[in-house]
């Protein structure tokens, strides 16, 4: 994994973006819909209901959740780091990829 908390996978040809999310956790960058903060109710609402469907994925390691990620296949991951260093992550690697 690169030092920007971002990471590359090829697998038979195809390439995933995979961006670190906390103590070993990652994501693939092209399957995340939105990243939020927990602090409404709403979006600990829509964490409760994705508990209720086995849709949860906690990868806080016990740490306080600070970041709420919506996958593309209804998953919510509850991360320990702030949403906004998940979207600094996203966007330096995209600079990157421009340059």
């Given at each position: 994994m690169g030092n920007d908390g971002y990471?590359?996978?090829?697998?038979?040809?195809?390439?995933?973006?995979?961006?670190h999310?906390?103590?070993?956790?990652?994501?693939?960058?092209?399957?995340?819909?939105?990243?939020?903060?927990?602090?409404?109710?709403?979006?600990r609402r829509l964490i409760q209901e994705a508990?209720?469907?086995q849709m949860a994925i906690d990868m806080t390691y016990g740490r306080k959740t600070k970041a709420v990620i919506v996958l593309d296949?209804?998953?919510v991951a509850m991360t320990a780091i702030g949403p906004e260093t998940i979207v600094n992550r996203i966007e330096?690697?995209?600079?990157r990829q421009r340059e």
């Open positions: 990471h590359q996978l090829v697998e038979d040809g195809l390439s995933t973006e995979l961006v999310v906390g103590f070993g956790g990652v994501v693939a960058a092209n399957r995340i819909v939105a990243i939020m903060s927990p602090d409404s109710a709403p979006v508990r209720e469907r296949s209804g998953h330096n690697r995209k600079g």
